[in-house]
């Protein structure tokens, strides 16, 4: 067992645990986010670096700090060591700037995307980045390819977390697409225009954060708020069958995976649930999903509002005795609400 | 003349074959190692002579190989970084090209050292006719029993491959190179673990820079002890520079590490002064990734004492009035260098080399170098110089290998040194080697630059 201390939180958690798993099993504010890192998929992380924290005390051992940020998703904690996130301007200032950099050659072209309201990066844009860009050139472009019937692919939107190839490599056999090229011309792609066909290949929409793989049997029916999830089953000879199905009155738009807070998959699911079954007689309905990303995709659910309160509670707590949190009128200056 | 340990007989004829090779005194310091010494005794003399890696980054060579680790069962490899791609940095290529018994020599006896049985040159695309000469010489090497099995009858067998890389700048980083070795998108690995513990298809792995290993040679040959007596401070040794820009005799030098910057930029002996007698304007001292230096500052620290060619004394003063000796990449520039079109051409360069695995280096590389063909072409303005400063201090420290650094080095120093220009050429709209001209021209009283 290790003790790790992230913004002034102690936590004992097993050897081999990374600082960010350490982090989301404190929960709340100080999970640094991240874009590539992907719990179930092995060696996923370290590419995005949005997760960088600093690390101001090696070990207990060696207590040294590192000299860099660390990405939090590859580093594994060691007894003693102390973190920093949001407690760190230096490390809020970095992300801000990894922000920046992934949102240069993004199209921005969030009112024409299918993942609009459940977007990883329209999240983190609006947590650490900032309101307007410092980028005045022509964004990058890459040429429309098609990889198959089933999953669109949008090149521009890709921010390169490698998550999708994962997936092929560690979910399928024989992974036909990868990354071509290199440098901020790198895309992923199939080669020779290949199309993805196996079982679970629609896992990859899943996984990818921005709108660059998305659901073409979904593609402009819905946004995704106007949607309700349900969490259904079906006795599949394939996967699971524990699924989440999208519903618009009585139409099932989309059937995805069953997602965590962190936006990870909780089970694989295969393709013929995701894409052939969309009338509500193929599923066994469980009841209504509890959504609780802070975000978009979960406005209707009243779930803020819980978020909210839990957080004014721990504020109570934290300040010493005697002091009130005011939340009356006054306490708000409108000259510190910039629309974030 | 300063002591050549590498580069003594270079200039005999014939020196590439094994039999001009042996007659020189070539494989001594593989008999010695093999019949007279223990592998730890060798990684011991290593450790004594304070050798310093050649490749850039100037780790103790001796603690890379101490902290190999040695698990059962496990094979161990040694790893030859011949992907010199670094710009204004060819002095492997020469080593290898002209006396390449010297590095299989030394890869045999680092081998031997670090228990390993196969080693690999990782060579890159660019230098295919380097790797035949290499592999030439391997083979005269196997003909006459000093690679293979039992090599001189000691017991010991040791294999040496080369491999030639696509020409990729981003393969000369180690977990890059073994990524590539292994026959992978050549993606730099997230560390740790560390080659010395996961290299290599997974084993334990030494990555060392061409010069490092030939190095071993004089090493196992004069003890470390002597070979540590060369030198100032903590930079032992010799080193090989190449030398190029604006000087009379550009090529690669071998000098004893401390020789003063001046001397060398001046001295006959080694760059023979400035073309056409002109004014020294700047200098990159080890190869373009690292701060570039105005004249002054390369030539005395910023307390006034000289600068010296040695790790120490080049990184005085840190990044503020400092630099590196890096892979010993000289490049030497007048006044009559732009230093913002050599800059965009740096950081053209590093754009076109960011591997895409990381954001900040994907991203940002392109952008600065945008930002620089807009000032280059009179359409920048003083807050792009700002934006540029903003951008290399987000890359830098923020990657997962030293590429992102090596991009935003060059920017921040060039901006920390020679701010004036860039607001020049904000303001004129044309390079400042024209401006010169123009108020040469003109009989006007130059500007202040910098």
Known sequence: ?340 | MGKKLLLEHIDVPGINTLSVYRSKGGYTALDKALKTMTPDAVVEEVKTSGLRGRGGAGFPTGMKWSFLAKPEGVPRYVVCNADESEPGTFKDRYLMEKIPHLLIEGMIVSGFALGAKSSYIYIRGEYFYVARILEQAIAEAYEAGLLGKNILNSGFDHDCYVQVGAGAYICGEETALLESLEGKRGNPRIKPPFPAVAGLYGCPTVVNNVETIAAVVPIVNMGGAAYAGIGVGKSTGTKLISASGHINKPGVYEIELGVPVEEFIYSDEYCGGIKGDRKLKAVVAGGSSVPILPADLILKTANGEPRLMSYESLADGGFASGTMLGSGGFIVMDESTSIVKNLYTFTRFYHHESCGQCSPCREGTGWMEKILHKILHGHGSISDVDLLWDIQSKIEGKTICPLGDAAAWPVASAIRHFRGEFEEFVRNGHSIKDVRHYYRLNGLPEPAYS
């Open chain 1, 1 to 340: 067992m290790a003790k790790v201390t992230i913004d002034d939180v102690t936590i004992e958690v097993p050897d081999g645990t990374t600082i960010l798993q350490a982090a989301r099993m404190i929960g709340g504010d100080l999970v640094p986010p991240a874009m590539c890192y992907y719990s179930k998929l092995k060696t996923s992380g370290g590419y995005c670096r949005t997760c960088i924290v600093k690390v101001e005390q090696g070990s207990a051992k060696d207590p040294r700090p590192m000299p860099k940020p660390v990405a939090s998703c590859r580093t594994t904690v060691m007894d003693g060591m102390v973190v920093r996130n949001i407690t760190s301007p230096e490390v809020l200032e970095a992300r801000s700037g990894v922000v920046e950099f992934l949102l240069i050659n993004h199209p921005l072209d969030c009112p024409v995307c299918d993942q609009a309201g459940e977007c990883h990066l329209q999240d983190l844009a609006y947590e650490h980045g900032k309101e307007e860009t410092r980028y005045e050139f022509e964004r990058r472009e890459f040429e429309q390819i098609d990889i198959g019937d089933k999953v669109q692919l949008h090149m521009n939107r890709c921010i390169l977390c490698y998550r999708c190839v994962k997936v092929a490599d560690q979910l399928t056999d024989g992974r036909v697409h990868g990354v071509l090229n290199r440098g901020d011309v790198a895309e992923i792609s199939t080669y020779i225009q290949n199309s993805i066909e196996n079982d679970f290949s629609g896992n990859v929409i899943d996984v990818c954060p921005v709108g660059a793989l998305t659901d073409k049997t979904f593609r402009f029916k819905s946004r995704v708020w106007y949607t309700k999830p349900v969490d259904a089953h079906r006795d599949c000879p394939h996967c699971t069958g524990k699924v989440r199905l999208w519903y618009k009155g009585d139409d099932v738009l989309r059937v995805t995976a069953r997602k965590d807070k962190y936006g990870e998959v909780e089970e694989w699911i295969c393709n013929e649930c995701r894409f052939d079954k969309k009338t509500t007689s193929d599923w066994v309905i469980e009841g209504p999903s509890k959504v609780d990303r802070h975000s978009v995709i979960s406005a209707n659910h009243y779930e803020n509002l819980r978020v909210l309160k839990a957080t004014i509670d721990r504020q109570k707590k934290a300040l010493p005795h005697g002091e009130k949190v005011n939340l009356g009128q006054g306490a708000l200056d409108p000259n510190n609400i910039h629309g974030k």
